[in-house]
């Protein structure tokens, strides 16, 4: 079964990970019990000091990089385009975002709106940013 882990954003950084599976949530390393069914969040009564405040969150796609790094909706992805056609000719380097589209994730290029399955690219691209703290990553230079 997929892991269902999301990256905490405040104010632009990086601030922790929710990990979500049977009633458990992993923030910073530290498993905490989450004492409701409902899924409407944490019971603070008990837990005041792990809850991060967060701004927003980005989903684990469920893959990983060349090295083994894995990758969140909101990354920022480099590889090589490896077939000819509308998104670029073959061996294009490619500098994308990761994002979720008409039901599963996609590499996107900010200028073309061009896109590429994520499952199938993954394990030839690199993470080397993501979209929070790394903006000018995507700027045309």
Known sequence: MKELKFR???DGKIVGYELHSFHTYK???V???HSGLDGK???LRYFPERFILHDS???FIGL?????VEIYEGDVVKFNWSED???G???TEMIDEVVFRDGCFYFVNRETDGGAYAFRHAPYCEVIGNIHENPELLKKP
């Open 57 to 59: 969150k980005d989903q």
């Open 85 to 87: 056609s509308d998104y």
């Open 64 to 68: 990983k990089d060349k090295a083994g």
């Open 31 to 33: 498993y905490i019990w």
């Open 27 to 29: 923030v910073g390393g």
């Open 8 to 10: 905490l954003i405040r």
């Open 41 to 43: 969040g944490w019971n």
């Open 89 to 91: 000719p073959n061996g």
